[in-house]
């Protein structure tokens, strides 16, 4: 064959096999869904308000192999987030409520402040007036329960004890009461225990500072001992659940560096449960942690521990949820912050710094050293560069910085803040799915889960923020609430994304929530802001309505998605509010009643207050009885003051109201709320 006939063949051949590469690219391509509906893996999904993500939502928790393991972790750990700024933000006197609530920075520029801010609640208050109503098994345990025609109390004030003596204090008693006949109402019996407490079929779990004893009340007459439990040093429990026949326990523990494992975060019947090393797990990517969260399963009638799972985390910013058909474990992703910062320098302040500055603070985030170190030296190539200007010239560039950096921070502050969040199969103790969502769980009452899926809230940017502006002035302000962005995330069964709001219209951030059938209320816990909704539906996730209030704050109680009770203070009076809310973005107020009584208990003992749903009647405690009101047709009508005691707690039972207080227990015929009998304590 002619050489010009060969080159001409192997032309021919390469231009087909590229041909062929090329064709075989596009319809791969095109094999890619344009559109993918329905549940998405979290990776799917991002925006300018932050980021969610988690590969294909396989968990990647991993177990520690070793001591040493162990040990590498927590010292790597401590290098990426300790420094300098770790250091100095200590000495800030701001508190962990205030940063919850996102208390606004101090501005000593009177001259020109234009407004002052809204007078910031404690997040225990916020808390506190979304907890109206609540059941004492969404509060892992309470003072008073039912079962079978008896009731449990655990009388509140059985002692008086000197402050800081707490722990001295002798075992007081759960009264058992008979309440087959509420004529013939009467104690039958005493558990030699008070405290908090769950019922699990015929055991009843006390629950009193850092111990836990279990007793068999099969014999009402005669309960008995049968287990106790106690967290050793440094833990707590941090929840509880009951299921059928089993009790589910979370316990925090503060992490010995020196010697972390293996752990003993409690004792049962004088047996250590002991964690080994390789029983622990942590996420995938290095973090701070400080401590390890262990979630049991126990056998309630034995006290025998069935399972138990252990990860490491933050004691603040992480979280452990037992919910009905899974456990959830949330906690803080460390990010790179020098990355960030030295990004947003190449970005946005090209026309601000000198280009040999800007390239030293570019190579900062390769170099081989620790998170600490590379904060330090970043700092300090600032701090040089800054020194060799006028001070008129410094203040005008940190200025200029800290207003772009503002703009930046808030449009990428998803990026800074994380939060991993793990699910854990309540049957096998396994991980099963895992991702991750922009901003921090300030708190586990801002997680829940509903027929399976989880509803999240989280808020971003304040922090961020603050570590932002600290690198450009080297100092520390206290997180203002002006930079916060809170966002809501619903889940499915597999973790998967069901819908996403990454910034809610809201002006601070969220300090408090109450979920319930279908959204939730979120609350900034600022005096004078409303308290807004916020729908979960999938692919409808979202500010649905705000609730301004002209007394604020308010206890709410919801009834069902339909109507909102709002009880405030009302110069020297209560002021009862009724809303209708089946239009979240239109509420319209139904009814007002004015209460002649200055404030009634609900400051001091909110878990008074009673609700009965089926006759549209509640209770509102006093310092002596209360008052109970009902709401038909929309307007809030008072029926009959009722008792005589200071109630601790107040329910709705088997058509009577029972009032539990520290010297006995009073029931009313529900008919007309005439007192049936009393039981004297």
Same mark, same amino acid.
């Given at each position: 064959? &002619?050489?010009?006939?060969?080159?001409?063949? /192997?032309?021919?051949?390469?231009?087909?096999?590229?041909?062929?590469?090329?064709?075989?690219?596009?319809?791969?391509?095109?094999?890619?869904?344009?559109?993918?509906?329905?549940?998405?893996?979290?990776?799917?999904?991002?925006?300018?308000?932050?980021?969610?993500?988690?590969? #294909?939502?396989?968990?990647?928790?991993?177990?520690?192999?070793?001591?040493?393991?162990?040990?590498?972790?927590?010292?790597?750990?401590?290098?990426?987030?300790?420094?300098?700024?770790?250091?100095?933000?200590?000495?800030?006197?701001?508190?962990?409520?205030?940063?919850?609530?996102?208390?606004?920075?101090?501005?000593?520029?009177?001259?020109?402040? #234009?407004?002052? %801010?809204?007078?910031?609640?404690?997040?225990?208050?916020?808390?506190?007036?979304?907890?109206?109503? $609540? &059941?004492?098994?969404?509060?892992?345990?309470?003072?008073?329960?039912?079962?079978?025609?008896?009731?449990?109390?655990?009388?509140?004030?059985?002692?008086? $004890?000197?402050?800081?003596?707490? =722990?001295?204090?002798?075992?007081?008693?759960?009264?058992?009461?008979?309440?087959?006949? &509420?004529?013939?109402?009467?104690?039958?019996?005493?558990?030699?225990?008070?405290?908090?407490?769950?019922?699990?079929?015929?055991?009843?779990? /006390?629950?009193?500072?850092?111990?836990?004893?279990?007793?068999?009340?099969?014999?009402?007459?005669?309960?008995?001992?049968?287990?106790?439990?106690?967290?050793?040093?440094?833990?707590?429990?941090?929840?509880?659940?009951?299921?059928?026949?089993?009790?589910?326990?979370?316990?925090?523990?503060?992490?010995?560096?020196?010697?972390?494992?293996?752990?003993?975060?409690?004792?049962?019947?004088?047996?250590?449960?002991?964690?080994?090393?390789?029983?622990?797990?942590?996420?995938?990517?290095?973090?701070?942690?400080?401590?390890?969260?262990?979630?049991?399963?126990?056998?309630?009638?034995?006290?025998?521990?069935?399972?138990?799972?252990?990860?490491?985390?933050?004691?603040?910013?992480?979280?452990?949820?037992?919910?009905?058909?899974?456990?959830? %474990?949330?906690?803080?992703?460390?990010?790179?912050?020098?990355?960030?910062?030295?990004?947003?320098?190449?970005?946005?302040?090209?026309?601000?710094?000198?280009?040999?500055?800007?390239?030293?603070?570019?190579?900062?985030?390769?170099?081989?050293?620790?998170?600490?170190?590379?904060?330090?030296?970043?700092? =300090?190539?600032?701090?040089?560069?800054?020194?060799?200007?006028?001070?008129?010239?410094?203040?005008?560039?940190?200025?200029?910085?800290?207003?772009?950096?503002?703009?930046?921070?808030?449009?990428?502050?998803?990026?800074?803040?994380?939060?991993?969040?793990?699910?854990?199969?309540?049957?096998?103790?396994?991980?099963?799915?895992?991702?991750?969502?922009?901003?921090?769980?300030?708190?586990?009452?801002?997680?829940?889960?509903?027929?399976?899926?989880?509803?999240?809230?989280?808020?971003?940017?304040?922090?961020?923020?603050?570590?932002?502006?600290?690198?450009?002035?080297?100092?520390?302000?206290?997180?203002?609430?002006? #930079?916060?962005?809170?966002?809501?995330?619903?889940?499915?069964?597999?973790?998967?994304?069901?819908?996403?709001?990454?910034?809610?219209?809201?002006?601070?951030?969220?300090?408090?929530?109450?979920?319930?059938?279908?959204?939730?209320?979120?609350?900034?816990?600022?005096?004078?802001?409303?308290?807004?909704?916020?729908?979960?539906?999938?692919?409808?996730?979202?500010?649905?309505?705000?609730?301004?209030?002209?007394?604020?704050?308010?206890?709410?109680?919801?009834?069902?998605?339909?109507?909102?009770? %709002?009880?405030?203070?009302?110069?020297?009076?209560?002021?009862?509010?009724?809303?209708?809310?089946?239009?979240?973005?239109?509420?319209?107020?139904?009814?007002?009643?004015?209460? =002649?009584?200055?404030?009634?208990?609900?400051?001091?003992?909110?878990?008074?207050?009673?609700?009965?749903?089926?006759?549209?009647?509640?209770?509102?405690?006093?310092?002596?009885?209360?008052? /109970?009101?009902?709401? =038909?047709?929309?307007?809030?009508?008072?029926?009959?003051?009722?008792?005589?005691?200071?109630?601790?707690?107040?329910?709705?039972?088997?058509?009577? $109201?029972?009032?539990?207080?520290?010297?006995?227990?009073?029931?009313?015929?529900?008919?007309?709320?005439?007192?049936?009998?009393?039981?004297?304590?």
């Amino acid at each position: 064959m &002619p050489a010009s006939l060969r080159l001409g063949a /192997v032309l021919l051949a390469f231009f087909v096999l590229a041909a062929g590469i090329y064709l075989s690219a596009r319809l791969k391509r095109s094999a890619l869904p344009a559109l993918v509906t329905g549940g998405v893996p979290a990776a799917a999904i991002t925006n300018g308000g932050g980021s969610v993500s988690g590969g #294909k939502n396989k968990p990647q928790m991993k177990a520690f192999a070793s001591l040493d393991d162990f040990k590498s972790y927590l010292d790597e750990g401590n290098c990426e987030a300790g420094g300098v700024f770790s250091e100095a933000q200590k000495s800030l006197p701001q508190t962990a409520a205030d940063q919850a609530v996102g208390k606004p920075a101090a501005n000593n520029n009177v001259k020109n402040q #234009k407004k002052t %801010a809204p007078e910031a609640v404690s997040a225990e208050d916020g808390r506190r007036y979304f907890s109206l109503g $609540l &059941p004492g098994n969404e509060r892992g345990g309470d003072i008073v329960q039912t079962a079978g025609q008896s009731i449990y109390f655990s009388p509140e004030n059985q002692f008086y $004890l000197p402050p800081g003596s707490e =722990n001295l204090r002798p075992a007081g008693e759960t009264k058992i009461i008979d309440a087959a006949d &509420p004529a013939q109402i009467a104690q039958t019996g005493a558990i030699p225990q008070d405290g908090s407490f769950l019922i699990i079929e015929n055991t009843l779990a /006390v629950f009193l500072n850092n111990s836990l004893s279990a007793f068999d009340v099969s014999d009402r007459r005669s309960p008995r001992e049968i287990w106790r439990a106690r967290v050793n040093e440094g833990s707590s429990i941090i929840g509880s659940k009951r299921a059928g026949s089993k009790l589910y326990l979370a316990v925090k523990s503060a992490i010995d560096p020196a010697s972390p494992c293996p752990a003993k975060p409690l004792t049962i019947a004088n047996s250590p449960l002991i964690i080994d090393c390789t029983s622990i797990y942590h996420p995938a990517e290095t973090g701070f942690a400080d401590s390890l969260f262990t979630v049991l399963e126990v056998d309630a009638p034995t006290g025998k521990v069935v399972q138990s799972l252990s990860f490491v985390g933050q004691t603040q910013n992480s979280a452990v949820v037992i919910a009905d058909s899974a456990i959830y %474990a949330a906690w803080q992703k460390n990010q790179d912050q020098v990355a960030f910062f030295t990004e947003f320098l190449k970005d946005k302040c090209k026309s601000l710094l000198p280009n040999y500055l800007l390239e030293k603070t570019d190579k900062l985030p390769h170099c081989g050293v620790s998170g600490s170190a590379k904060e330090f030296e970043l700092r =300090n190539l600032l701090a040089n560069w800054f020194a060799s200007l006028s001070s008129e010239e410094q203040q005008r560039i940190v200025a200029e910085i800290l207003d772009r950096l503002e703009d930046y921070s808030r449009d990428r502050a998803g990026d800074f803040e994380q939060t991993g969040i793990a699910k854990i199969d309540i049957g096998s103790f396994k991980f099963i799915a895992q991702t991750e969502i922009s901003g921090r769980l300030a708190s586990s009452d801002f997680m829940s889960e509903s027929a399976g899926s989880l509803r999240v809230l989280t808020v971003a940017g304040s922090g961020a923020a603050q570590k932002m502006a600290w690198f450009a002035t080297g100092n520390i302000e206290p997180e203002s609430s002006r #930079k916060t962005l809170n966002n809501a995330y619903l889940f499915d069964r597999d973790l998967l994304l069901a819908g996403a709001a990454p910034n809610l219209d809201m002006p601070a951030g969220i300090c408090a929530a109450r979920f319930t059938g279908g959204g939730a209320y979120v609350s900034t816990c600022r005096d004078g802001d409303p308290v807004y909704n916020v729908g979960f539906a999938p692919g409808a996730v979202g500010l649905r309505g705000r609730l301004a209030l002209a007394e604020n704050p308010a206890y709410l109680y919801p009834f069902g998605e339909g109507q909102l009770l %709002a009880i405030s203070k009302n110069d020297r009076k209560i002021k009862i509010a009724l809303f209708d809310v089946s239009l979240p973005a239109k509420p319209q107020s139904l009814s007002e009643y004015n209460v =002649n009584d200055y404030w009634a208990d609900l400051d001091a003992n909110y878990r008074a207050f009673a609700v009965d749903l089926p006759n549209k009647l509640f209770f509102l405690p006093s310092a002596r009885g209360g008052y /109970v009101f009902s709401y =038909n047709d929309g307007k809030i009508a008072p029926v009959k003051p009722a008792g005589e005691l200071a109630a601790s707690r107040a329910f709705f039972w088997g058509g009577n $109201l029972y009032l539990a207080g520290d010297n006995g227990i009073e029931v009313f015929n529900a008919a007309d709320f005439a007192k049936i009998k009393s039981v004297k304590f």
